[in-house]
């Protein structure tokens, strides 16, 4: 009997389900992160009888056939790429995306790493890092006698010393796409890597070439729905109880059989 094990398959894909969802509740404050979703496809099907085959000799054709499918097996599990709504915070390293792009970061074994949480600190170097203490590229030095830090839109990043009234220019921030931003394979602290199916990361100027621009002093939060991610709790729920009954109806099936004399 085929039904257990097609039940089977489907209450994994209901555990992976409500896995994924748990995940994304559980990021809800996770600064500039998508939520994810489980997809998955039918799997092959056992063909008794193929559409279209010859039945008789005067050529008739089955119109339809008889195929019996074997179960579903997940295909992905892909990011939502929706903007998170932006909250003021008042630091002046609080960087939020506006629009499309990640903030490219260099790790410590030389590779580059990329994110949209723009919770930015200064290293005892002045350096502008992560929250890990990772370096955003393309490596901007705060000096220690600087009073005050400005960022605009463009992403040009100024200093203001002593009682100066006009700013001194430290940098350029870039921000970069994909082409394929859910190819991008996440890794965990807010960062992702590029893979060939995200495509060559492709460097430029905040508000330009389609990117978007920098505010400074806000922070983007989770695009995490929590009405969606219940309903979805909810529904995987409700699959995992009607594939289980499934398995115990089989069951009792297979027992009535045994039960034949």
Not at 41 to 49: C, F, M, N, S, W
Not at 161 to 188: I, P, Y
């Amino acid at each position: 009997m085929k039904a257990l094990q097609i039940a089977a398959s489907g209450m994994s894909a209901q555990q992976m389900r409500v896995d994924v969802v748990s995940n994304n509740l559980a990021n809800m404050s996770t600064t500039g992160y998508n939520a994810r979703r489980a997809e998955f496809a039918d799997l092959h099907y056992q063909q008794l009888a193929r559409p279209g085959t010859v039945t008789a000799e005067d050529g008739t054709v089955l119109p339809t056939g008889v195929q019996i499918g074997l179960g579903v097996r997940p295909t992905a599990v892909s990011a939502v790429i929706v903007q998170g709504t932006l909250t003021e915070s008042g630091g002046d390293l609080d960087l939020a995306i506006e629009g499309r792009g990640y903030f490219e970061v260099a790790l410590p074994s030389g590779i580059s790493a990329y994110t949209r949480d723009g919770g930015l600190k200064r290293s005892g170097d002045g350096l502008i890092v992560t929250s890990d203490g990772y370096q955003v590229m393309p490596g901007i030095t705060i000096p220690t006698d600087a009073r005050n830090i400005s960022v605009d839109a463009q992403g040009v990043v100024y200093a203001y010393f002593g009682d100066q009234v006009g700013a001194q220019q430290l940098g350029q921030l870039n921000l970069v796409s994909f082409t394929n931003e859910k190819g991008l394979e996440a890794m965990g602290s807010n960062l992702a890597l590029e893979t060939p199916a995200s495509g060559p990361p492709v460097v430029g100027i905040p508000g330009e070439d389609g990117l978007g621009s920098l505010r400074q002093g806000y922070l983007e939060e989770s695009s995490v729905d929590a009405v969606r991610e219940v309903t979805e709790l909810i529904k995987a729920q409700r699959g995992y109880e009607l594939n289980a009954k499934v398995i115990t109806a089989a069951d009792q099936m297979l027992s009535a059989t045994t039960q034949v004399r």
